[in-house]
């Protein structure tokens, strides 16, 4: 997780303190009050108390303070973090080999860099910095009682250990097992539903769409069965802080017992009572260790999405074909011979099939290509893609908003816009994949010819390379296979 997340230490280290200094000011409070309650039942002159009881409200106020400005300190640390994360994943995706990304859908993507990314950085606020705070918190307080009685100390690192160490452990390991089963589940839904997002009309024709959204419901209710599992033995660990503070206050009551005939009382009840803030700390362990499990799954799974997976090792190297001015080429082949991963490493624009289509106006759209074409030219193209008539009967023309973006046409109207993007751009080399899809059949053969005809859409000075499954008729292009 480190080197994703990359956190500051100096905020760390500040959150940590404020952490510890707060807990130790509970920890002070609870000593300082057995003693000030002792002390007051022996009726001394009320001077005697005084100091213990402004003690007293400046401990309750300085907890308060100083957990509070541990928040500040460890949010703030977990937020930058969290971009740190971000900006680091899509560093690696960017470089990463082409296969490894394209073979991605998007709802697994979204899935694991959305979540996982916030599961990476809940760590440092939920797990780091509260397994510091608790470390230090018990050597504090087993010194402490320590002095007092040995024994007592005894108990009380053994039941320390326990609600520290074992129940923090049993949580990790429940937590792991439902975790990964969850997180399957997990992707699988956000697959299925924006499958259905992005996909709905089309689904809809061919009567899939209800499929689609049981398929997302069953996913749903296997991740909320699977977080039941894990609830059982979570609980277990969860209550096991609450025993182990039983066992060490019995332990130092038993202690106190033994000392009563020696000890001043004072020094009894703040024996007896400082147990029960030293479990202060301890009680967030299980749910740190928890976090701590999900973090380490989200940062493998993050990791795995720039790894080629073993499929992709065995599959023959694609080399992208020698391209000379004015060409035209058509990567012709079946679903996942490789065509996209050609495209991917020969140098031009990229025609991708999921290509993103902005809420904005029309016009906007467009510009991503080339942010200084004029109206005119910006109609010519959506004219020759198809789409004159569409534009003049829009409401503002080419100032129309298409709300939701992708939503806001249809998957041939999609294409076609596109397409008119890639007619606008000035790159010498235009790299389409499957421009035809989602258009009839009759259309689809017609933009395709043109797009493979030098001097009918794209100039003939440009070179055009076209990813599809087959050619209908014959074209003078080179005709190459991805294997």
């Known amino acids: ?51 213990a009881a402004v003690t007293v409200r400046a401990l309750g106020i300085s907890r308060g303070l100083l957990g509070y400005c541990e928040r500040l300190a460890s949010h703030d640390a977990a937020l930058r973090a969290a971009s740190n994360a971000r900006v680091g994943i899509f560093r690696r995706l960017a470089s990463a080999p082409t296969d490894a990304v394209m073979r991605r859908s998007s709802g697994d993507l979204v899935a694991r860099i959305g979540h996982g990314v916030d599961d990476l950085a809940e760590v440092i606020v939920r797990a780091l910095v509260p397994i510091c ?9 087993i010194t402490t009682v320590a002095v007092i009685s040995p024994p007592a100390a005894a108990v009380l690192a053994v039941s320390m250990a326990v609600a520290g160490i074992l129940a923090p452990v049993a949580a990790a390991r429940a937590t792991k097992a439902s975790e990964t089963v969850a997180a399957e589940h997990h992707s699988g839904r956000d697959t299925a539903a924006l499958l259905a997002l992005e996909h709905a009309p089309e689904l809809r024709v ?7 959204l049981a398929t997302a419901a069953d996913e749903q209710r296997r991740w909320g069965r699977a977080v039941d599992r ?9 209550a096991a802080p609450t025993a182990a503070t039983g066992v060490s206050v019995l332990g130092a009551v038993l202690a106190g017992i033994t000392l009563a005939s020696s000890a001043a009382p004072t020094t009894v009840a703040i024996l007896m009572l400082v147990p029960l803030a030293s479990f202060e700390a301890t009680a967030a362990l299980p749910g740190a260790a928890v976090a701590l499990t999900r973090a380490r799954i989200a940062a493998r799974r993050l990791l795995a999405l720039t790894e080629p997976a073993a499929e992709d090792d065995r599959r023959p190297v694609v080399t992208p ?3 000379e001015p004015g060409d035209r080429v058509a990567v012709v082949g079946p679903s996942g011979s490789g065509k996209t991963t050609l495209l991917m490493q020969t140098p031009g624009v990229f025609f991708a099939e999921d290509a993103h289509l902005f809420s904005t106006t029309v016009r906007d759209n467009l510009l991503v290509a080339r942010g200084d074409a004029r109206d005119d030219e910006l109609l010519d193209a959506l004219r020759r893609c198809g789409l004159g008539r569409w534009v003049a009967e829009l409401p503002d023309g080419l100032s129309t908003v298409l709300v939701g973006g992708a939503s806001a046409v ?9 397409l008119a993007r890639a007619l606008i751009s000035t790159a010498p080399t235009v790299l389409l994949d499957e421009p035809t899809e989602h258009l009839d059949a009759s259309d689809a053969d017609a933009i395709m010819a043109a797009i493979l005809t030098p001097g009918e859409l794209f100039g003939p000075e440009r070179t055009v390379v076209v990813a599809t ?14 294997t």
């Open 1 to 51: 997780m480190w080197p994703l997340l990359r956190p500051r230490i100096p905020r760390l280290a500040a959150a940590v303190l404020f952490g510890a200094a707060s807990l130790g000011s509970a920890f002070a409070l609870t000593a300082v009050s057995a003693w000030l309650i002792t002390r007051a039942w022996q009726m001394p002159p009320v001077l005697h108390l005084t100091v």
């Open 133 to 141: 705070v608790a470390a230090l918190l018990a050597v504090v307080a």
């Open 206 to 212: 061919s009567g899939r769409l209800a499929g689609v």
């Open 230 to 238: 894990a609830s059982a033995p979570a609980a277990v660990a969860a």
């Open 321 to 323: 074909p020698e391209l």
């Open 410 to 418: 249809s998957a041939g109207q999609r294409r076609r816009l596109l």
């Open 469 to 482: 499954h087959h050619l209908t008729e014959h074209l003078p292009v080179k005709v190459i296979s991805p």
